[in-house]
């Protein structure tokens, strides 16, 4: 049976996903990963475990967009891996969700802007930033 699942991160150990968890809790994530780790850093171990937790039919969720990836080019990395392994994504704050039309449109403006950003040479220079 296909479940949510959260994935929900902050930079320091000073912060707290609290919040965050507040809000996948409400959206139904049936269970949620937490990581203290840069956006920026490649490899985070949490963001890894929610990965490889999720199977064909889940939807990975999210709070807002930079909790996944800081730059264009990451987020695309990953909802492209999350595409090829059948497996939803859904950020709340910006309503971007793939399991719609509108959400598929959206990533597909993303995925636009990132082959233009490596075309162009311009690669790092669009981070996400939400705030």
Do not use: W
């Not at 959260?6 to 930079?11: E, I, L, W």
């Not at 707290?16 to 490899?43: N, P, V």
């Amino acid at each position: 049976m296909a479940q949510l699942i959260g994935y929900a991160r902050v930079s320091t150990a000073a912060q707290d996903t609290a919040m965050q968890h507040d809000a996948l809790k409400a959206a139904g994530c049936a269970k949620i990963f937490d990581e203290t780790a840069s956006g920026a850093r490649t490899g985070r171990p949490g963001l890894k475990e929610a990965l490889a937790y999720a199977r064909e039919g889940d939807t990975l969720v999210v709070y807002k967009l930079d909790r996944l990836a800081r730059s264009l080019s990451q987020l695309i990395s990953t909802l492209q891996e999350l595409s090829e392994r059948k497996i939803q994504f859904r950020s709340l704050n910006e309503s971007i969700d793939t399991t719609t039309p509108a959400g598929r449109m959206t990533f597909a403006i993303f995925a636009a802007l990132a082959e233009f950003e490596r075309d162009t040479g311009l690669r790092g220079h669009f981070y996400i930033n939400t705030r």
